[in-house]
């Protein structure tokens, strides 16, 4: 007996899986080809170098010429000052300088000072010399002042200074002291002249140490 059920039932599966198999392959599909996106990568930022801050110490101003160092000791009593150069552009002169002592004590020994490298230019002096006082029988060396020093002097004056001893001063007095000058240099000069009483700075009337910046023409 022919078994004719079953060969048509193995006959439809092969027919099935033949048809799976066709349908398989037509449904296989190459990959497009899409753009793919690389990652940009991230710029490294270089360091910009940071100028490294200049701290620099202040520079001290320095000195003009002919200026004086203020001495250690100070004297708190104050004095009221006036100068006035009379000094002829191309010659000789004076310099006028008035103190009144506003303390209510006496300053023993008024001593002004100036830096001594001035002679370059001016020449300062207590009095004109000449061959007539050394000469016999001219007039006595009998001066108003005390001392006239170039230093270093024996009470402490210091090097390369002049000081000019005048006193005493009591209080509420004002004493007039002529300083002769003689040109030894062309054109203007300004130096520092300060008021002592022996070796301590005396004060201005505004508090300030007694050193003024003296100008000649």
């Keep these: ?33 899409a753009p793919s996106t690389t990652p940009t990568p991230t710029p490294t930022l270089a360091a ?7 701290v620099s110490a202040p520079t001290a101003t320095p000195e003009p010429p002919l200026s004086l160092a203020l001495p ?7 004095v ?16 006028a300088v008035q103190v009144t002592n506003l303390s209510e004590q006496r300053v023993v020994e008024l001593v002004l000072r100036w830096p001594t490298d001035l002679r370059e230019v001016l020449f300062l002096a207590p009095f004109a010399p000449s061959q007539q006082r050394i000469a016999n029988g001219g007039p006595p060396l009998l001066q108003d002042w005390t001392k006239w020093v170039e230093g270093p002097g024996e009470n402490g004056e210091p090097a390369g200074t002049t000081s000019l001893g005048w006193g005493p001063l009591d209080p509420g007095a004002t004493l007039e002291i ?6 030894r240099g062309p054109g203007p000069v300004a130096f520092d002249l300060q008021l002592l009483a022996g070796e301590a700075l005396l004060t201005l009337e ?3 140490p007694a050193e003024l910046r ?4």
Excluded: H, K
């Excluded at 060969?7 to 080809?33: H, V, W």
């Design 1 to 33: 007996m022919t078994d004719r059920p079953g060969r048509e039932l193995r006959a439809g599966l092969a027919a099935l899986g033949a048809g799976i198999l066709l349908a398989a392959c037509q449904a296989t599909t190459t990959p497009s080809n």
């Design 178 to 183: 002529p300083i002769l000058v003689t040109r």
């Design 80 to 95: 009221r000052v006036l100068v006035a150069p009379q000094v002829a552009v191309d010659g000789d002169g004076r310099i």
């Design 206 to 208: 505004g508090g300030d």
């Design 48 to 54: 910009s170098p940071t100028a490294a801050a200049s």
């Design 214 to 217: 003296v100008e000649v023409p």
């Design 72 to 78: 250690a000791d100070r004297d708190a009593r104050q």
